[in-house]
Structure formats: structure tokens, C-alpha cells
């Protein structure tokens, strides 16, 4: 039997799913975010040069406590956005959707028949290497494994409406990094198109039956809820590695010599 998503699970009973970011590579750094008690660990391709061996470490890591792992892809071929799922990771997140053409063809790579035409194997992990029932197999994968659509360029939204219309996929993701890069403004986090942007996703996602997902922080997270996001990912490991090693050195009455926040830190 293909292990059921725990996110998925949560968002479908109107709950709000944990998700953590995890940069760094080793396995063991997604166990103990794991073993800490999120519901999903994000990992990532994109930005993250991890082989398929590395990838496979965090799902083992993770599946071994019962926690999903998200994995952002690397954009490609259908290769690209298969393989995590067959070593069986429980959703992906495919970045710079671009346009409505664009997440017909995520959709049409991702998803079984009848709803699309991923390739299929059965052979992999997430078909217990051939042990799990073909129909089964095929209903399950498309039942309880997420895609998740990231909207983060200005060029899409003409098209939002219909592609939170359409079906196949279960998230759509704004992600307000490149977002403010691309509308001309990098790291403007109030900028007014980026706070209307940031919730007509969430109102064209739930109009349409989509669960709205988004970065954020604990001082936001009511916040987001509020506006209409179901899935919220909060903090990263090098986040909290780096402000550990600044405490310890303030003890020591080391200067922080690191500079103001990061990138990561500041999207919220």
C-alpha cells in the first residue's frame, strides 16, 4: 500500500499542515527536523545541486517518521519531475509556472490516466518495486501525492483565474522572492503589487478549489491563515543553524559581524 500524505490528509480536513525548508543535503538534517515533529519537509532541486542518491536519503529519512517530504524540482523534462516521485517523495513543487500552457503540461507529465499521461514504471519505490496492484497503484498515486504549482513571476497573471481553474494539481504556491525580482522590485516586501498579488492567490485558489501556499513566519502565520493559505512553510535549517552560532558567539562577546537578515529570513 502506497503511505498515505500526511499533508494532504490535514489540508482535505480543514487543518493547517507544518512545513519546514531544509538547504543542507544530509539526510540527517531532514530526520531530525522529522523526528521534531513537522508534517513536511521541503527540500530542493532548483537552487540545491543534490543528486537522485542524496534525494533518496530524505525520503528514507523522512518516511522512517511518517512525515511528507516536498520536493522543489529542477525545471526540465517529465524526467525531472517523475524520478522524485518514484523514489517517493510525497509531493513536488514545480517552479516559475508561466503561463497556463505551462501547468497543463505540469499537470499532463505529473498525473496519471486519466487526468494525464505521466509516464509509468511501478518499479520504484513509490510502487513498492513492483508489489503494489497496477490499477491501485495508478488511482493512489494521483490520490495521495501532491503537485503543488509555485507562482512567482508577473508574467502568469493574466492567466490566474484559469489556471487555478484548472484540474490535476492540489497547490498554488506564491512565492514572493522572485516575485518582487521580477516585478522590478527585489526584496520590497511591502511593495503594493506584491501584497495584491500575494492575496489574489489566495482568493483565485480557493474560488477554485485549490489549497493556497505560500513562505512565511511565525509573526505572520494568523496573518496568512487569515487571508486564505492552508499551507505555509516556516523557517529553514541554515536559518537556525546560523542564529545559534551568533547567540553562542554573543556569549563570548563576539561582534556580529554577519550583516543584517538574509533573503530567507526576510520573505514573509
Partial sequence: MMRKSKVLAKLRNGLHPSCFKVNLKDPQVAELAALCGFDCIWVDQEHIGQDWSTLAGHVWATKSQ???????????????????????????LVPHIMSLQDAKDVVHMTRFHPI????????????????????????????????????????PL??????????????LFFGPGD???????????????????????AQVANA?????????????????????????SVGADVIGIKNYCKDI???????DHLGGASYLEQQK
Fill in 249 to 255: 558567539l554573543e556569549a563570548f562577546g563576539a561582534k
Fill in 116 to 155: 494525464g499521461r505521466r509516464p509509468i514504471d511501478g518499479g520504484n519505490a513509490d510502487g513498492a518495486y513492483t508489489m503494489t496492484d497496477f490499477e491501485h497503484y495508478l488511482e493512489t498515486a494521483n490520490r495521495e501525492r501532491f503537485v503543488v504549482l509555485q507562482i512567482e513571476d508577473p508574467e
Fill in 66 to 92: 511518517d512525515v511528507d517530504l516536498m520536493v522543489r524540482v529542477a525545471r526540465g523534462s517529465y524526467s525531472d519531475y517523475i524520478r522524485a516521485l518514484e523514489l517517493d517523495a510525497t509531493g513536488i
Fill in 208 to 232: 477554485h478549489g485549490k489549497f493556497a501556499a505560500t513562505v512565511g513566519a511565525k509573526e505572520n502565520l494568523e496573518e496568512l491563515f487569515d487571508m486564505g493559505y492552508h499551507f505555509v
Fill in 179 to 201: 516575485f518582487s525580482q521580477g516585478i522590478g522590485a527585489p526584496g520590497q516586501w511591502d511593495h503594493p503589487l506584491l501584497l495584491e498579488t500575494r492575496a489574489r492567490v
Fill in 158 to 171: 493574466v492567466e490566474l483565474d484559469a489556471i487555478a481553474q484548472l484540474e490535476g494539481y492540489d497547490m
